[in-house]
């Protein structure tokens, strides 16, 4: 959600809400799950008892370390058992309270995968079909062409490839804006680049519209569509199958007392805390707020086949492997991904196959500070976790990166060296920070005041003292200025991006902010 890492990887390759590359290994392990103690209030490293894990779980911690990040988590299962369970570091940098295995964090876009785990259940009810049209299980269903609304089937909503887009800054920036009836309006507006099954294109819009389906065409009314999917993944996916600290949330302070800060790294390259990011309407690309604990049962379901930790059957087996089924290829890094021969895009999931036949099961995610991962190799009966709070742009992907090649080169071989590459990536991209930083003067007051006030989106610009900074909700992007005249955001969700204050062709003072949107303002200060 947010800025998909899956989306942005057509481009860069890491950002927020999930990247389309990155693997992770597996392999039958044997030895009981063991938990390790929690670290100490400073954040100590816990220990792990002698479980065949020990020197994996040496290795996590000290690239933890290495990268200085504030909290994360790191799990590996198998279908009968926990094998490691991994809490790193602290949930608030102030008070310096430890993470634990039940400690909440956003986990954005692999929430896609636990929709069509919800959709899947309505099609074992036999209230829906993969194959149904969507008009015809919902007749207020309207895509942006009149053939595409005769013609997009359920499993296509899921799917990334009805060739339709959507403008990076929609779902990137402005999730939290529509309610639910506006957002299924909102899909005859998008733009349609490609014939459907023809190329992949991520998008959280019409991937929302898809996990709304099932409760339209249960005759669920749009005004009551936010609510009832939280209920409905509630009663259907999570407690089912032992997910029982997990909810739909945007912002869990009031709602849970063990929850993460999210955090990104300034142009100092220091942590700093961000606000929370809305989510809204689009709960059903990137709503769930779940532990590691959680997230553990959940890709234990995977590798039971639909079967919950408990024994209980949430899925049939068909239905959830229909989940897996590539459809569309999905781009791969050779840097990062050297030993993927094929990789397509599912419904909710990504399935990558190794030149050893090896495959992997995986969906990531990133949302304002927080990077999660999650994946499983059903041959090999592994899974893996990893939850970060740090944000998507510019670094927070390195670490799961680090994490699975670390766990595929061990264990299979594979991606041999990739772990020292994400390693170096990390560090290239703190210093570009730095460079970009070195570079950054603080701005002009008497040159920014005619550009203060209200713009376009929400958006607003503002000053306090010889401090400029762009508002849009919860968020504040601080700004410094160039040596070339443009402007930087020094922190926040968008560090290290470029804004404009330029005028237009009438004159009205507007706001580029550079690879996303431009805005006009509508109210001075």
């Not at 504030?70 to 570091?89: E, F, I, K, Y």
């Not at 060739?163 to 005859?188: K, N, W």
């Not at 709070?389 to 264990?411: D, H, I, K, Q, W």
Request: aromatic residues 8%.
């Amino acid at each position: 959600m947010g800025l998909d890492t899956a989306r942005a990887a057509k481009s860069t390759g890491t950002t927020r809400r999930t990247a389309i590359r990155g693997v992770m290994a597996a392999g039958l392990a044997a030895g009981l799950g063991v938990r390790p103690t929690p670290a100490d209030a400073a954040g100590a490293a816990p220990s792990v008892a002698a479980n065949g894990w020990q020197g994996f779980a040496a290795r996590v911690r000290d690239e933890f370390a290495a990268m200085g990040l504030a909290g994360g988590a790191v799990a590996v299962v198998s279908r009968d058992r926990v094998l490691l369970t991994l809490p790193l570091g602290v949930r608030d940098i102030e008070s310096r309270i430890p993470v634990t295995p039940s400690t909440r964090f956003l986990v954005a876009s692999t929430t896609k995968s636990m929709t069509s785990l919800l959709t899947a259940t309505y099609v074992d009810r036999r209230q829906l079909a993969w194959d149904q049209r969507a008009v015809d299980a919902w007749p207020g269903f309207r895509a942006p062409t009149d053939r595409l609304t005769r013609s997009l089937k359920v499993r296509d909503l899921l799917g990334m490839a009805t060739g339709i887009d959507e403008p990076t800054a929609l779902s990137g920036l402005h999730e939290g804006d529509p309610t639910a009836p506006q957002l299924l309006r909102s899909l005859v507006t998008l733009p349609v680049v490609a014939p459907p099954d023809t190329s992949y294109h991520y998008n959280n819009t019409v991937y929302s519209v898809g996990g709304y389906l099932p409760l339209l065409a249960s005759g669920v009314t749009g005004d009551d569509l936010t609510g009832t999917f939280a209920d409905e993944m509630r009663s259907r996916v999570y407690g089912p199958t032992g997910m029982t600290g997990a909810r739909i949330a945007d912002d869990p302070r009031g709602l849970v007392t063990d929850f993460m800060r999210g955090y990104v790294p300034d142009l100092t390259g220091a942590n700093t805390p961000l606000a929370y990011g809305p989510v809204g309407s689009y709960a059903p690309a990137g709503g769930t707020l779940a532990s590691l604990d959680d997230m553990a049962a959940y890709v234990r379901l995977q590798l039971r086949r639909g079967i919950s930790v408990d024994g209980r059957r949430v899925v049939s087996a068909k239905n959830l492997a229909e989940c897996w089924k590539p459809h569309i290829p999905v781009p791969v890094s050779p840097e990062f991904d050297p030993d993927v021969t094929t990789s397509g895009y599912g419904m909710g999931w990504i399935r990558n196959r190794f030149r050893d036949g090896t495959s992997l099961i995986w969906h990531n995610g990133g949302i304002d500070g927080f990077t999660s991962y999650i994946g499983f190799l059903p041959e090999r009966d592994l899974g893996l976790v990893v939850l970060n709070a740090m944000n998507p742009t510019p670094t927070g992907p390195y670490f799961y990166l680090y994490v699975l090649n670390l766990l595929l080169s061990e264990r299979f071989g594979l991606n041999n060296g990739v772990p020292a590459k994400a390693h170096a990536a990390y560090l290239a991209a703190l210093e570009d920070l730095r460079a970009l930083g070195r570079q950054t003067a603080p701005t002009d007051p008497g040159a920014t005041a005619p550009y203060l006030g209200y713009y376009e989106g929400g958006y607003r610009l503002t000053r306090d003292g010889r401090n400029l900074s762009l508002h849009l909700g919860p968020r504040t992007l601080p700004l410094g200025i160039l040596p070339d005249g443009s402007y930087v955001v020094t922190g926040g969700l968008l560090v290290g991006s470029k804004v404009l204050l330029t005028r237009d062709v009438d004159g009205t003072p507007r706001i580029e902010v550079v690879g996303f949107e431009t805005v006009r303002r509508t109210v001075g200060p």
